[in-house]
């Protein structure tokens, strides 16, 4: 390239030249990053942000982790991928570890969340295949993802908008409400597939009654019960999967497991991986030949994705989440009765603040004031911290929150 055009280059901002050659299907902030330690990113100014964005609820041990950092390259140096013709141990030692925390069945894995949903919607597919079974129920404000099945499963018109005609079989009723479900249900049902925390549904947790409810009817029923824990699992609510956290309190709910989970986002910290558990006895429905992921279970992803369990368990960081959430969820309530905003809900790492109106501003107005945050719906206002932040850094991010309401 010529001298000329490439100092001209370099004074335009990173951001600029993304008007140009990345497709616009995003509306990034006008903020370009170049580096992230723990809950911190500096963008290419120098300036310092808290970042409760965490790639939208990913970066689960916060940024540049040494763990990932050790474990990739390690992982690196020995086999990066190899495909599914072979074995390989990381992705052994991933699945048993995932069972382990989850129960019985089996997991197949893959690299995002929307892959992880396909795997559930195969699934009920082919179990209801013989009886002729395809309705799968999910819920309204839902969000399961950008593929085909994905937008057709999630409860919301603006990612369908346009792609028509979906795929069919899928219905819609309000979250939370077991009798729309049963008033859904035909003989053609064969699953109800629902996450536990809608995420980009404004933050609106399963109510625990529903849930209890409706794995009981389900399994009467003969219908799947069919996970969506991309967003709120792997720890994202201090627990492994969100509806511990959920049912905490309910001795009822002690033994709840769906049918099968979908995961990714906080499962790899960082590094792209997706996986799918299946319960056992359902974790032959999908048999050989059935289903595929090239890179699916390659070694480099599935050790970054154990290290980061066995370091959260190790360091207790789940609890100590839950207590920082607990603050965090006083402090705010307190905004709610000045009035200053609607209402607080989530658990954990995966907190919403849902505003009285100007959910941009505000956004935009925090990350001036060195605070990230990512707005889910129309009101509200999403705090994805990693599970390691600080009390010192929740201080810090309640501040700006209690200064700019
Ligand atoms: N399911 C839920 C609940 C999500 O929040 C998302 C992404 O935000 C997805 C599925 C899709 O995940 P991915 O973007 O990794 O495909």
Same mark, same amino acid.
């Given at each position: ?17 993304? $008007? ?85 069945? $089996? ?52 990612? +369908? ?9 899928? +219905? ?25 925390? !809608? ?34 699992? $792997? ?47 359902? !974790? ?29 368990? +190790? ?40 505003? +009285? ?49």
């Amino acid at each position: 390239m010529k001298k000329w055009i490439q100092s001209l280059m370099s004074l335009v901002k990173p951001h600029d030249q993304d $008007q140009g050659f990345i497709m616009s299907t995003y509306a990034p902030r006008p903020l370009t990053l170049v580096k992230g330690e723990g809950a911190r990113v500096w963008d290419d100014a120098g300036k310092s942000y808290l970042d409760f964005t965490t790639g939208i609820a990913v970066n689960i041990l916060g940024h540049c982790p040494n763990v990932i950092h050790d474990t990739l390259t390690a992982q690196s140096l020995q086999l990066l991928h190899c495909s599914n013709l072979f074995h390989n141990q990381p992705a052994i030692d991933l699945s048993k570890a995932l069972i382990g925390k989850i129960g019985p069945g $089996q997991v197949f894995f893959c690299n995002s969340g929307a892959e992880a949903n396909e795997v559930l919607f195969k699934l009920a597919r082919k179990f209801g295949h013989e009886e002729g079974r395809f309705e799968i129920i999910t819920a309204n404000n839902s969000f399961h993802g950008r593929t085909f099945a994905g937008i057709s499963a999630t409860g919301q018109e603006k990612v +369908k908008k346009g792609f028509e005609p979906l795929v069919p079989g899928f +219905k819609h009723v309000p979250f939370n409400d077991l009798d729309a479900i049963k008033a859904a249900k035909t003989d053609q049902t064969v699953a109800v597939h629902i996450e536990g925390i !809608q995420g980009e549904g404004g933050i609106i947790p399963a109510d625990p009654k529903f849930l209890i409810e409706l794995r009981r009817w389900t399994k009467e029923n003969k219908i799947l019960l069919l996970w969506d824990g991309v967003q709120c699992g $792997q720890f994202r609510t201090g627990h492994f999967q969100s509806y511990t956290s959920i049912l905490n309190e309910y001795p009822e709910g002690k033994d709840f497991l769906p049918d099968a989970i979908a995961m990714a986002k906080s499962l790899g910290g960082g590094i792209p991986i997706g996986a799918a558990w299946v319960a056992k006895p359902y !974790q032959d429905v999908l048999g050989p030949g059935t289903h595929g992921c090239t890179y699916g279970g390659n070694p480099l992803s599935c050790a970054v994705a154990l290290a980061v369990m066995e370091e959260i368990d +190790k360091k207790g960081y789940g609890p100590q989440m839950i207590k920082h959430a607990k603050k965090m969820k006083d402090r705010l309530s307190g905004l709610v009765e000045q009035g200053r905003i609607v209402a607080v809900r989530g658990e954990g790492a995966m907190i919403g603040i849902e505003l +009285k109106g100007q959910l941009l501003e505000t956004r935009d107005k925090f990350m001036k004031k060195g605070l990230l945050v990512v707005p889910s719906a129309n009101q509200t206002l999403r705090l994805l911290p990693p599970i390691n932040v600080t009390g010192q850094e929740v201080e810090e991010a309640l501040g700006i929150i209690e200064g700019n309401l």
